[in-house]
């Protein structure tokens, strides 16, 4: 079941839920709360998109699809939005809103698992976030390094079954993330688990080793200049932002010509 009863806003193929942060929060807030079965939220940018496009078996476009929450977690997604007129008007970052469910959850007794990373990220993620938030319960950890189906992936759910946790923060990147829970989400929702987030590199960004952006470059859309200053061996995976933009401008163009 949605987390949103708005209609999704459709950009690419991809259904967006045109919520604020706030709105983001309150709504994933209120199901732990409700201890409902399991939702899946993802924080999806261009290049998932565009990676969409290009899978041949429509995996992608279907893990979207049934994901009870998806928000805009990149600047493309809004500018694409703009340009073709659609209401989704504010960036929802993840690594954000992660955090804000992890004080709400140190604020409600909710135990959390953190799954990903480099070995040795989650569990100082954890040992930060608890010296952050008091109260929290963090109850397991695992990094990412783990063969994604069969009997290593069934292991990692069987651990986080164990654990007894209730949010769930999925960061193995995209979209190997989406589609782990994706797969794996009766297997997820039989742990235990109400709330399977896919947060991309939020572990490495609450264990203290990578900065985000100073507060001026999020503020002018310009987070991803500074991973590209900070990592300039992203700058291939950055091509994906000028296809994405052509491609949104031409269907654009195209919306604008159907309705004269």
């Avoid at 998932?48 to 041949?56: I, N, Q, S």
């Avoid at 109400?194 to 264990?207: F, I, K, R, T, W």
Wanted: hydrophobic share 45%.
């Amino acid at each position: 079941m949605r987390l949103s009863e708005k209609k999704r806003v459709i950009i690419r193929g991809v259904g967006f839920d045109a919520l604020t942060q706030n709105e983001a929060a309150s709504a994933l807030s209120a199901h732990l709360q409700a201890g409902g079965g399991l939702a899946a939220v993802y924080t999806l940018n261009p290049e998932y998109l565009e990676a969409a496009r290009r899978d041949e078996t429509g995996r992608l476009f279907r893990a979207a699809k049934a994901a009870e929450l998806v928000v805009a977690d990149g600047v493309g997604i809004i500018k694409a939005a703009k340009m073709l007129k659609l209401p989704l008007y504010e960036k929802v970052a993840g690594v954000e809103l992660g955090e804000r469910m992890i004080k709400y959850a140190a604020e409600n007794s909710i135990g959390v698992y953190l799954l990903g990373g480099k070995p040795g990220v989650a569990e100082a993620a954890a040992e930060r976030l608890s010296g952050k938030y008091a109260g929290l319960s963090v109850l397991g950890t695992a990094d990412g390094y783990f063969e994604k189906t069969g009997k290593a992936s069934d292991a990692v759910i069987e651990k986080i079954a164990k654990s007894g946790a209730k949010l769930l923060f999925v960061c193995l990147g995209m979209p190997t993330q989406e589609l782990w829970i994706y797969d794996n989400k009766k297997a997820l929702e039989a742990a235990g688990i109400s709330l399977a987030m896919g947060l991309g590199g939020a572990l490495d960004v609450y264990s203290g080793g990578v900065r985000r952006a100073p507060r001026i470059f999020i503020s002018l859309g310009l987070e991803w200049f500074w991973r590209l200053l900070r990592e300039p061996w992203r700058w291939r995976r950055m091509l994906v932002l000028p296809r994405f933009y052509i491609a949104v401008k031409k269907e654009a163009r195209n919306n604008k010509k159907q309705k004269v």
